[in-house]
Structure formats: C-alpha cells, structure tokens
C-alpha cells in the first residue's frame, strides 16, 4: 500500500508563492496518474491538478490554470505543485492523490477515482 507524504504548506500573502511536495513512500512505485485535491471549509473536495500516462499528460482546474504547475521527479516518485499568484480563495488543505485508473484524457478529478491519499497539508492565504 503506497503512502502519500505531503509537505510544503504554509501561510502566505495574497501574490505570494509555495510550492507542495508529495512523495510516495516506495521510490519505484509508480501510479498512473498523480495529483491534489484541495478542499476548504464547508465546501467539496475540488481536484486541482493532475500529472496522468501515458507520458505526462495535466490537468488543471479552471481555478488554478496559470497559476499553478504540477510537475514530478521521476527518480524519487514525488510531485510538486508549485503555486504562485495566490489569492485568499486558495487557503485549503491539500491534499496529494495517486490513482491506478488509466485516464484518456482527464476533463475532471472525480474523488472516486483516487485510491490513494496523503494526509493533507495545510494552505493559508492572506488578504
């Protein structure tokens, strides 16, 4: 069973910058796809985000195109999420998510989808 370990969050300014880390707890253990949910206060986990075979397919939500980068070291199986321009909306936590499925092309993260979940780390943005 792979474990997801997330690292990065923090507390911000609005325009600033973090980057989150996740890696798998076994170095060669490769998931199809990659990627983060976040969720706020009383609202649904929204998936963000996703690196997906073959090769490296992403996906970005509307809410985060353009201003965040996902991307992953393939020697140590872990993701980044690099996220500049921040804005008061994006405080969540975070979570990073691996998946077996085989996605053709990924037009939306459904939670169903994703087998596999980090513990979360926390994102604050300030006004």
């Known amino acids: 069973q792979v474990q997801l370990v997330e690292s990065g969050g923090g507390s911000v300014q609005a325009g600033g910058s973090l980057r989150l880390s996740c890696t798998a707890s076994e170095a060669d253990d490769r998931r199809a796809c990659m990627g983060w949910f976040r969720q706020a206060p009383g609202k649904e986990r929204e998936g963000i985000a996703a690196?997906?075979?073959?090769?490296?397919?992403?996906y970005y939500a509307r809410s985060v195109e353009g201003r965040f980068t996902i991307s992953r070291d393939n020697a140590t199986n872990t993701i980044y999420l690099q996220m500049n321009s921040l804005k008061p909306e994006d405080s969540a936590i975070y979570y990073c998510?691996?998946?077996?499925?085989?996605?053709?092309?990924?037009?939306?993260?459904?939670?169903?989808?994703?087998?596999?979940w980090g513990q979360g780390t926390q994102v604050t943005v300030s006004s």
């Open positions: 998510v691996a998946s077996d499925v085989l996605f053709r092309r990924l037009v939306y993260m459904n939670p169903a989808d994703f087998g596999y």
């Open positions: 690196l997906y075979d073959p090769g490296s397919n992403t």
